[in-house]
């Protein structure tokens, strides 16, 4: 799997939109992009995944370059709840033998009021 | 809510007891995880399971073992556990021909003593 690049921490002012980087020079053409992200003391949390196309649901939009080797979540209107530690993941499709997903370190989001 | 259940929550264990933490889930998922989580090193897979009836080594496999007699138990055993067993454990399963979203449990602080 390919490995990802993340800032360890970033700050964003509550109700303005949070735009999170990850490099992931590496990544080949059948891996996908998954971001998850940690609240203090629960279980890691999905948020959005995508292979070359941006893709937006009800939390987050996720924004890939168009040579894949970074990405961008983006938290439209960051809230205090949104306070979190933000993963990015590549996802490596091994036509079966298994899907596990290996977490690295992370970005430390803080929203400020 | 549906979804994983891990217990205990907490424990402390004296060294060298043998310790199994148990997961279980009602979403008939396919694909089991459990990963350790260490301040610094985020989150490392331990074992996984594919399918039930089979399990893989991951990361960090030495110490634990793992069966996975059924589609919805997961348990995690600790033969003989060590102080640097201390850790956080987060189980979590995914629908392995999905997303590959993987819905996480809200963990077992497990210290060692």
């Known amino acids: 799997d390919a490995k990802t690049t993340q800032p360890p921490s970033m700050d964003c002012a509550e109700g303005r939109a949070a735009n999170l980087p990850c490099n992931h020079s590496t990544i080949s053409g059948n891996e996908y992009v998954y971001w998850y992200r940690q609240i203090h003391s629960q279980g890691p949390q999905y948020i959005i995944h995508?292979?070359?196309n941006n893709e937006t649901n009800e939390m987050a939009s996720l924004i890939i370059t168009e040579d894949r080797k970074s990405s961008t979540l983006i938290l439209p209107h960051a809230t205090l709840r949104d306070t979190a530690v933000y993963y990015c993941i590549v996802r490596g499709n091994s036509g079966g033998s298994n899907y596990k997903l290996t977490f690295g370190k992370g970005t430390l989001l803080t929203v400020n009021p | 809510i549906a979804g994983i259940t891990q217990a205990p929550t907490s424990q402390i264990l004296a060294a060298g007891r043998r310790m199994t933490l148990r997961c279980t889930q009602d979403m008939r998922h396919n694909a089991m995880y459990w990963y350790r989580q260490d301040l610094g090193l985020g989150l490392r897979l331990i074992h996984y399971?594919?399918?039930?009836?089979?399990?893989g080594k991951g990361e960090v496999p030495d110490g634990y073992s793992v069966s996975r007699a059924n589609t919805d138990d997961f348990p995690l055993t600790l033969a003989s556990a060590v102080p640097s067993q201390t850790s956080v454990y987060f189980c979590?399963?995914?629908?392995?021909?999905?997303?590959?979203?993987?819905?996480f449990g809200e963990g077992s602080r497990l210290t060692v003593l």
């Open positions: 995508g292979l070359k």
């Open positions: 399971s594919n399918t039930a009836g089979t399990t």
């Open positions: 979590a399963s995914s629908a392995i021909w999905d997303t590959g979203e993987l819905f």
